[in-house]
């Protein structure tokens, strides 16, 4: 009997040890959500393409984050600023056809997590919020993904963000101004390519505060920890 409680409370202490540890404020966020996470018996693959929607947001902010570092936003030097990316720069091609194929993997992803959703009426109640948080990051996303390709300022991105932001033009009574505040300025050129910079970068953080279906949990969690200091 001795040595049977010599042999087990070695390992009882050692779990009790991790327990405690998931249990303190700091990582009660991180073991709620990540590895103590409820979830009913009768999930099947399709609840797995928000996991990777979040994995291809990862893969573009960090290939974003150095492609930006070598990206020039100008009319005379953007184009000449991705060719030196492809050309120039270290593995350089392989970081912008990451971030390429991996917007449209984002899209793909986040399509079919849309569908599920549409499916299995994820947009019922009491997940209305929820539903209309994602359809707000989806059209962040387009946007997004929208001023992203205007930035090679090659001859398609050039026409493409000419006729698109044009139909803004239409909407009543604002539509001149908000066509102007698109562009930067009365047409498409030198001001205009940094301003669709800032754009992109504004609406790329936007976008990406997403995987925000539990930003009102994820709050609520965070002044809850709060409140034990």
């Avoid at 992203?148 to 300022?153: I, Q, T």
């Avoid at 609406?203 to 930003?215: D, H, M, S, T, W």
Wanted: net charge positive; proline share 4%.
């Amino acid at each position: 009997m001795f040595i049977i409680n010599k042999f087990k409370s070695p390992r009882f202490s050692e779990t009790q040890k991790n327990l405690s540890i998931l249990k303190q404020p700091a990582l009660s966020l991180v073991n709620d959500h990540l590895i103590a996470y409820p979830t009913p018996s009768n999930l099947n693959y399709f609840w797995g393409f928000g996991s990777l929607a979040g994995i291809s947001l990862i893969i573009q902010i960090a290939t974003g984050v150095f492609l930006a570092c070598h990206y020039t936003p100008e009319a005379n030097l953007a184009f000449s600023s991705v060719e030196h990316i492809m050309r120039d720069v270290q593995g350089g091609f392989l970081l912008r056809y990451m971030h390429a194929n991996g917007a449209s993997m984002f899209f793909i992803v986040t399509m079919i997590h849309v569908l599920r959703g549409l499916y299995y009426g994820s947009y019922q109640a009491p997940r209305e919020a929820v539903w209309c948080v994602g359809v707000v990051i989806l059209f962040l996303m387009i946007a997004t993904a929208f001023m992203g390709y205007s930035l090679p300022f090659g001859q398609q991105s050039l026409w493409g963000i000419s006729v698109i932001t044009s139909l803004f033009s239409v909407v009543p009574f604002v539509g001149t101004e908000l066509v102007q505040w698109l562009w930067g300025g009365f047409y498409f050129l030198k001001e205009p390519r940094f301003c669709s910079y800032i754009q992109f970068c504004i609406l790329r953080f936007g976008a990406k505060v997403g995987k925000a279906e539990n930003i009102l949990l994820i709050a609520g969690k965070f002044f809850k920890f709060l409140n034990t200091l």
